[in-house]
């Protein structure tokens, strides 16, 4: 089995949409296309011109369609909920014209949860009214996703949120509906949490709309933990690293998604945050050509 591939902003380090660190948009385009990738992800909004016709030429002169937009904000904190908003709103805006159909909703980094990622026995959790309400935001946005502009929005856990453990996921999946909100299943964010992603994948399965392909250094994941360090310093520090280099059995991935059915995109991400001096390109053409050679990347 072979599926679609593509890859995404952050794989060049690109986490805000005004950072100066980050690369130009149309170099991240031109490295995505010659690593051999057939899509990119939006990246922060932002990021990319919100002028759809120069995104939508400057997409078919390298052979990548758009696969998705990723609206990374702050679903824990009640008073960003406007600015969520606005973000989702622009988000979706440059999506549908573009073909794309996914929108992949991530509660970022909380203030205090972010030096516990990967702790889940020591990370702080939210307080049952502020988890219902966080679980209320996701259904809104997801609900504004489908009803306003035909997209499927899908929930990824992520480390240093207050979505991150395996309990949360189940929990904020419990609380709304399945029609409404799909599953984003991120491996290396997954190992990160503790918990095994061909696992969840299985018991999931019917809401499984994307899947983002890490792999992850259990070395470097475990002097992190021990030295307390943030995410961000984390990915720098190369906590994910190439794919067939860590923990993830690509081979029992992909047996799973085959037995699954699964026929969407499927996008590599190697975070390596805003400060790392790490070599993209080759990372990018590394990970392309092992999904090709596991028989994963069509």
């Known amino acids: 089995m072979a599926i679609a591939v593509g890859n995404a902003p952050c794989s060049w380090g690109v986490e805000f949409?005004?950072?100066?660190?980050n690369p130009p948009w149309l170099d991240v385009l031109d490295e995505t296309s010659r690593a051999g990738y057939r899509g990119t992800e939006l990246g922060p909004?932002?990021?990319m011109p919100e002028d759809v016709a120069r995104v939508e030429d400057s997409l078919a002169e390298r052979g990548l369609a758009m696969t998705a937009g990723v609206l990374f904000r702050p679903f824990h904190d009640a008073d960003a909920w406007e600015e969520l908003l606005?973000?989702?709103?622009?988000?979706?805006?440059?999506?549908r014209p573009l073909g794309a159909?996914?929108?992949v909703f991530i509660d970022s980094l909380s203030p205090a949860r972010s030096q516990w990622a990967g702790d889940?026995?020591?990370a702080p959790r939210l307080a049952t009214a502020e988890l219902a309400a966080l679980h209320g935001r996701i259904r809104d946005a997801a609900t504004i996703c489908r009803e306003e502009y035909g997209l499927t929005p899908s929930l990824h856990a992520h480390a240093g949120g207050c979505i991150e453990f395996e309990d949360e996921l189940e929990q904020a999946l419990d609380a709304v509906e399945g029609d409404l909100l799909g599953l984003c299943l991120d491996t290396g964010h997954s190992l990160y949490a503790g918990f095994d992603p061909i696992s969840v994948l299985r018991r999931h399965a019917s809401r499984v709309s994307y899947v983002h392909l890490k792999d992850l250094d259990t070395a470097t994941l475990r002097r992190c933990l021990v030295e307390r360090v943030g995410f961000y310093e984390a990915?720098?520090?190369?906590?994910?690293?190439?794919l067939g280099e860590g923990a993830i059995d690509f081979r029992a991935l992909k047996r799973s998604l085959e037995d699954i059915g699964y026929e969407?995109?499927?996008?590599v991400e190697q975070d390596r945050g805003p400060f790392s001096v790490q070599s993209s390109f080759d990372d990018a053409r590394a990970n392309f050509e092992f999904l090709k050679a596991a028989g994963l990347a069509a």
């Open 101 to 103: 159909e996914h929108v």
């Open 120 to 122: 889940a026995a020591s």
């Open 235 to 242: 990915c720098a520090r190369g906590v994910f690293c190439r």
């Open 45 to 47: 909004v932002g990021y």
């Open 17 to 21: 949409p005004d950072s100066p660190s």
């Open 264 to 267: 969407g995109w499927a996008t």
């Open 86 to 95: 606005d973000s989702l709103h622009r988000t979706c805006r440059m999506l």
